[in-house]
T-cell receptor, first 118, second 109 residues
Framework: ETGVTQTPRHLVMGMTNKKSLKCEQHLGHNAMYWYKQSAKKPLELMFVYNFKEQTENNSVPSRFSPECPNSSHLFLHLHTLQPEDSALYLC?????????????????FGAGSRLTVL | GQNIDQPTEMTATEGAIVQINCTYQTSGFNGLFWYQQHAGEAPTFLSYNVLDGLEEKGRFSSFLSRSKGYSYLLLKELQMKDSASYLCAVRDSNYQLIWGAGTKLIIKP
């Protein structure tokens, strides 16, 4: 248990479904992230929220829609996904200073949500 | 472009020593991280290097040479539980993390 909890752990959905991934952190961190992890590929940063404000959107298709209602919760809403979106979706959190990030600012990850799109 | 290279897979024997290399080409450098990820689990932080040299933490050590764009993770007295993927990541001049694809380490008895 890392202090970052993701649900569901596994999700199978059709291309026309709408579903959501949930992430919750109990570490008092103020930044939260969504990453996509595909086999044998580097982690791909999707979205960053810092103090509940979205600070990064790495050209992610609009079929992925993030929501951050408070600094402890993060959602990823999914609709009309494609089979190539099948992957492990990792949530992470960190303690970020309001200025530039000096020091380690280590990411704490959840165990991920394994998504399969049929 | 920015790039992190690490071997895709390595095999080692229980009780032995293994070194996992990571080379990087990034726009600036503000630290290098190693994470461990067991199958089906969260990546967990192992080490952080920002200055040249060796950082030791028990059985695990991490080395950095900024001039060579090179790091390695050294695992001693290997145990079966060390079977996992090891992810190398570099923080660039914009404080963005650039990730390698990970090295899958297989430990054999």
């Amino acid at each position: 248990e890392t202090g970052v909890t993701q649900t569901p752990r596994h999700l199978v959905m059709g291309m026309t479904n709408k579903k959501s991934l949930k992430c919750e952190q109990h570490l008092g961190h103020n930044a939260m992230y969504w990453y996509k992890q595909s086999a044998k590929k580097p982690l791909e940063l999707m979205f960053v929220y810092n103090f509940k404000e979205q600070t990064e959107n790495n050209s992610v298709p609009s079929r992925f829609s993030p929501e951050c209602p408070n600094s402890s919760h993060l959602f990823l809403h999914l609709h009309t996904l494609q089979p190539e979106d099948s992957a492990l979706y990792l949530c992470a959190s960190s303690r970020e200073d309001s200025g530039s990030s000096s020091g380690a600012n280590v990411l704490t990850f959840g165990a991920g949500s394994r998504l399969t799109v049929l | 472009g920015q790039n992190i290279d690490q071997p895709t897979e390595m095999t080692a024997t229980e009780g032995a020593i293994v070194q996992i290399n990571c080379t990087y080409q990034t726009s600036g450098f503000n630290g290098l991280f190693w994470y461990q990820q067991h199958a089906g689990e969260a990546p967990t932080f192992l080490s952080y290097n920002v200055l040249d040299g060796l950082e030791e933490k028990g059985r695990f050590s991490s080395f950095l040479s900024r001039s060579k764009g090179y790091s390695y993770l050294l695992l001693k007295e290997l145990q079966m539980k060390d079977s996992a993927s090891y992810l190398c990541a570099v923080r660039d001049s914009n404080y963005q993390l650039i990730w390698g694809a990970g090295t899958k380490l297989i430990i054999k008895p």
